[in-house]
């Protein structure tokens, strides 16, 4: 059974950094694509980030450069690293892990409970 347990979220100022965490309690992710989401308020979610379970990854171009994504599959664990935080970067984040493919972007998936990241300018 898949449970995801996000962790990592706060209050952080303009231009600092932030690692976000997703632990998997189950047996496929070995096998599974991860991603990160987040929605800002008043907005719909969005795909950030997606990590292959060979460790390929993609990103949304807004977050190119800036934010990392990384898989610890000894931990059944996914991290996003984000750095030069922006104001337009608050939201939730959400990790999910999805079948291969479509970096998890397609509709198939399981959710965490997701982990409020705030920046301040």
């Known amino acids: 059974q898949v449970q995801l347990v996000e962790s990592g979220g706060g209050l952080v100022q303009a231009g600092e950094s932030r690692r976000l965490s997703c632990a998997d309690s189950?047996?496929?992710?070995?096998?599974?694509?991860m991603a990160w989401y987040r929605q800002a308020p008043g907005k719909q979610r969005e795909w950030v980030a997606g990590?292959?379970?060979?460790?390929?990854?993609n990103y949304l171009g807004s977050v190119k450069g800036r934010f990392t994504i990384s898989r610890d599959n000894a931990k059944n664990t996914v991290y996003l690293q984000m750095n030069n935080l922006k104001p337009e970067d608050t939201g939730v984040y959400y990790c999910?892990?999805?079948?291969?493919?479509?970096w998890g972007q397609g509709t198939q998936g399981y959710w965490g409970q997701g982990t409020q990241v705030t920046v301040s300018s």
């Open positions: 990590i292959s379970s060979s460790s390929t990854t």
């Open positions: 999910k892990l999805a079948p291969a493919g479509h």
């Open positions: 189950g047996s496929i992710f070995l096998s599974s694509t």
